[in-house]
């Protein structure tokens, strides 16, 4: 009797968390292609473009060669071992050109796995900082680094690393010292599959006051990517296996959150940009998940792209109130696999992923 | 320890349909907004462009009005309100209002219009109109011949069948000859339980002029159908298991031979295949659930999406391998539950079942 109860009770538990996991797994969730217009790749980024920062000039800067093997490598393609990580300048007022590698510090050559990327403009200066989210092999670090336009290199200015910091995800620059930073899981091994079958939460998010960190979110899963609003007042933050953008109120300076809305996108988002000229947040999705870790086990094999834009109709203290969703561009994976990133430029948008090629397209419809 | 049994048989049995079911369901799909260039609805059509039809020169035929005869209990009782029309729109003067086209005498009060198709003759120009008309009694094909100068239809014959059991869509194959498919069997209530239980209860029918005979049998949720350019192949939707499937036709006989099954990821309604790129266009549902709540209230918004399918094999097969690509998304709030897409020189039509019919010019 006891053992038909507790054979009973897991046949639920595990219909239940299997029909959870199966909605944002989009079985069956075809890469439909459209274009916003013209659309083509940019050399020479064929090994990964998981994040994109770009400046208030359209100068964009791309992680790229994401190692993923510290993350489960029997999972992955063993071929992610063979990736270099890098950063790449790609300039929207010059678009024809290629990307360009930007050379990174000696600190950080053969120790660079980058994944989510922000960065901060000095309005006097005009002095660009990046902040990188770094998988070494000792650890999860955020690297900040100074960008000398001249010579397309990067300075290091600081290291940080942190006992909080478990699986790093995305960055967000508060100033030259801190920032904010999300933990995507609590183990970086292979373990890490058991927090969504379990529905675990232990991830959490995290303020670097240039200090101290502390966890500003705890008991969470699955955070993922984290801009800011236009006016400094919301955070906004990806969940991508419940298909979620949340919007968080912040007090600046303590860095405290408060959640004040779901919206509940239909597709696993994956990182989001805060435009700051509309207001609208782009986000590089993954129609299926399902497909996404079938590539991400063999290169080869495509997965499905979608870039959605969430436009704001709200008032200007609550833009999200009601909203607006469109979904400018879609591929089957033949162009690019896997988008992870979406940022838009004057009428143009560049598309990155976490382990295939950059799309650069104009927007005209 | 039997009725357990019997309780755990029908508890697994209706698990596996809400399996089955629900990628075509889509509870969590989205309705996103995308163009192909500028789009705007086409008036006055507000009660629904359930099906188009093109000729080659660009002229368009829309059925509209129809009433649903499912579970009309459930239905927005505005929808009992429609009238049953058919409107010609000019793709070569897309700036023009869609027209009513003139009715025969002996349809006017009598008409319920679902699918529609045309033949025109090559040489003499004349145009055939062939409408599934969901009579009081009945459903029937309506064969009319359209008179240009006057805008009108007269009828040349009404096609009765005790083979029409829920017709669905017509494909004209000759000026007297057509496909019909029928999407089940049950009208009304009953409609509902076919469907969650799955019955295969829909056919294909031929009428070569003279007789009807069953060209595809016992099969479940079919829908829409369209001819290749050749002539050769037919392709026909099913709805919930998101596919269209292919057949070869049989010149001696008109019968079906299947070829093979295109799966398109969504629910999809109407199929129009372009004669000049032979891609195929789709009215979709990307919310089978939100389509439901649609029905029973009009006012909320049902999203919509249009699929092409364009072919990349070779001449024998075609349709070996495919792109699958999607032009148009909306939430519901320009157009919703799309039904049919048809292309014409870089422009685009797309109807609903109960709804408005866009116009888009495409740039992209």
């Known amino acids: 009797m006891f053992l038909k109860t507790v054979a009973f009770i897991l046949l639920a538990f595990l219909v239940q968390r299997a029909w959870k996991l199966s909605l944002g797994f989009g079985t069956s969730d075809v890469g439909y292609i459209n274009r916003p217009g013209p659309c083509r790749n940019v050399a020479p980024i064929e090994t990964g473009s998981e994040d994109i920062a770009v400046t208030s000039n359209g100068l964009a800067f791309i992680s790229s060669g994401m190692q993923l093997s510290d993350m489960c490598s029997s999972a992955v393609d063993a071929r992610f071992s063979q990736f270099v990580g890098r950063i790449y300048v790609f300039d929207f007022q010059n678009s024809k050109q290629d990307a360009v590698e930007v050379s990174l510090p000696k600190e950080l050559q053969y120790n660079f796995s980058p994944h989510g990327i922000d960065l901060l403009e000095d309005s006097e200066t005009g002095e660009i900082l990046l902040f990188v989210v770094n998988h070494r092999k000792i650890g999860e670090f955020v690297e900040i680094l100074s960008y000398q336009p001249e010579s397309r290199s990067l300075s290091m200015v600081r290291s940080v690393t942190h006992e909080l910091f478990t699986s790093l995800n995305d960055v967000l620059a508060i100033d030259r010292n801190s920032f904010l930073v999300s933990n995507d899981a609590y183990f970086r091994s292979c373990w890490r599959i058991l927090e969504p079958l379990l529905g675990l939460r232990w991830c959490n998010f995290i303020y670097f006051d240039g200090t101290v960190g502390q966890s500003i979110i705890e008991n969470g899963h699955d955070f993922n990517s984290v801009a800011l609003s236009r006016n400094g007042k919301q955070v906004y933050l990806t969940r991508p296996s419940e298909m979620k953008l949340e919007i968080y109120n912040r007090s600046k300076g303590t860095e405290t959150l408060k959640l004040h809305q779901s919206i509940n996108v239909g597709m696993a988002v994956d990182n989001v940009f805060s435009d700051q000229s509309t207001g609208d947040l782009w986000l590089g999705s993954h129609p299926s998940l399902a497909l996404l870790t079938k590539h991400l086990s063999d290169i080869d094999l495509r997965a499905p792209s979608q870039v959605i834009r969430i436009q704001p109709l709200g008032p200007q203290n609550d833009p999200f109130n009601t909203y607006k969703l469109f979904s400018p561009f879609g591929d089957d994976g033949e162009l690019v696999s896997g988008s992870s990133s979406a940022v838009h430029f004057k009428d143009k948008l560049l598309i990155g992923t976490v382990a295939h090629k950059v799309a650069y397209c104009e927007v005209q419809s | ?364």
């Open chain 2, 1 to 364: 320890m039997i009725l357990k049994a019997i309780v755990l048989l029908i508890a697994l049995f209706a698990l596996q349909r809400v399996w089955q079911l629900s990628p075509g369901f889509g509870i969590h799909s989205k309705g996103y907004i995308h163009r192909p260039g500028p789009c705007r609805t086409v008036k006055p059509i507000q009660t629904g462009s359930e099906d188009i039809t093109l000729t080659d020169n660009g002229i368009a035929f829309i059925s509209s009005g129809l009433r649903l005869n499912l579970c009309k209990q459930l239905f927005d009782k505005k929808i009992q309100q429609f009238t049953g029309r058919i409107y010609k729109f000019n793709f070569n003067d897309p700036a023009h209002a869609a027209v009513e086209v003139a009715l025969p005498r002996e349809l006017e009060k009598d008409f319920n219009p679902h699918g529609v198709s045309h033949w025109k003759d090559a040489s003499s120009d004349e145009l055939w109109l062939f409408v599934v008309n969901h009579r009081k009694d009945n459903d029937n094909v309506e064969v009319m011949k359209y008179n240009h100068e006057l805008n009108s239809l007269s009828l040349v014959r009404s096609v009765q069948s005790t083979m029409f059991t829920s017709v669905n869509d017509i494909l004209a194959v000759g000026p007297k000859s057509f496909y019909a498919s029928n999407d089940g069997y049950f009208h009304g209530c009953l409609r509902s339980l076919e469907v969650v239980v799955g019955l295969a209860l829909g056919s294909v029918v031929f009428f070569d002029g003279v007789t009807a005979s069953l060209v595809v049998q016992r099969q479940s949720d079919l829908n829409s159908m369209a001819l290749s350019e050749d002539g050769t192949r037919l392709f026909l939707t099913k709805t919930f298991e998101q596919q269209i499937n292919i057949f070869n036709i049989s010149k001696e006989n008109g019968n079906l031979m299947f070829d093979r099954a295109i799966d398109v990821g969504v629910s999809i309604d109407n199929i129009y295949a372009d004669p000049v790129s032979e891609d195929l266009w789709l009215g979709a549902h990307s919310s089978m659930y939100l389509l439901s709540q649609h029905m029973t209230n009009l006012d909320a918004k049902a999203p919509s999406k249009v699929v092409r399918v364009h072919p990349l094999g070779l001449e024998a097969d075609r349709f070996e391998s495919y792109e699958l690509h999607s032009p148009f998304g909306d939430d519901g709030r320009l157009i919703s539950r799309s039904s049919s897409a048809v292309y014409y020189q870089e422009q685009m039509l797309v109807g609903s079942i109960s709804d408005t019919l866009v116009f888009c010019d495409i740039i992209v």
